[in-house]
């Protein structure tokens, strides 16, 4: 894991950022920092905001208050599309569903953006592509198709297709929830080497020991607040909220038991009570 300077001025800066949709509030006072070469991971139950701040931070969602912002941008004073697709060149975003074009081929996938946006030539931006198609192991499917990928496939096209916009920060948004769990360690895997060459990285996941293992910082979010923050080492190791600790001792497989009826016929020790019939 990358050394961090966390004195230096934060890439991605949000203070007391407060969302609702129509009644219902789902940020309720978000202060997050991301300083360059971090990987920052959001943890928290399913509803607590964690993509919403995704979403806020890309200009996607416009907060009714608070600040957001990304270098010298700042996000929430944008008021043009034209403003927040220059924003959006300079932050990868991967979803969860891959996105990608289903009529084109990964390479075009791959090439369409930086050649469409930033004006770059075919052969420079098809050069980039195969080479980030190799950085995903993924340089073999350049000329599939989408429907001819596994969802890890899938997934490791999309990291490739957000890099090939020479981002200076990506987010990604629980990248593997919709992944077979045999190919969860493939994206794993390549999100794991970004952060080690230092590409900044905010994710939200359900992965804990993944997190645990590459983020620099970790923040735990509930009901639209951040509960605590802190290093990855401090939060999953000597969490200070009861609430971060119950949390983890169940998405870390520690769910609690129910008590043991001794009279229980289901009970292990129980069975060579009854004859089974299979």
Known sequence: MP??????????????LHLSFGANPVLKGIDLDVHRGQAVSIIGPSGSGKSTILRCITGLLQPQRGSIRVGATEVHTLAKEAQ?????????????????????????????????????????????????LAKVRMEHKADAYPGQLSGGQQQRVAIARALAM?????????VTSALDPETVGEVLTVIRELTEEGMTCVLVTHEM???????????????????????????????SSERTQEFLRHA??????RPANANDPY????????SLSV
């Open 3 to 16: 050394s961090i300077e966390t004195v230096a001025e934060p890439l991605v800066s949000l203070r007391d």
């Open 84 to 132: 927040r697709i220059e924003l959006r060149k300079r932050v990868g975003f991967v979803f969860q569903q891959y996105n990608l074009f289903p009529h084109l081929s990964v390479l075009e996938n791959l090439v369409i953006a930086p050649r469409k946006v930033l004006g770059r030539s075919r052969a420079e931006a098809e050069k980039e592509a195969r080479a980030l």
């Open 166 to 174: 020479r981002p200076e920060l990506i987010l990604f948004d629980e």
């Open 209 to 239: 020991r993944f997190a645990e293992e590459i983020s620099d910082i970790v923040y735990f979010t509930e009901n639209g607040v951040i509960v605590e923050h802190g290093s990855a080492a401090q939060i999953f190791q000597h969490p």
């Open 252 to 257: 870390l497989g520690d769910p609690g038991r």
């Open 267 to 274: 009970l292990l020790t129980n069975l060579s009570r009854y």
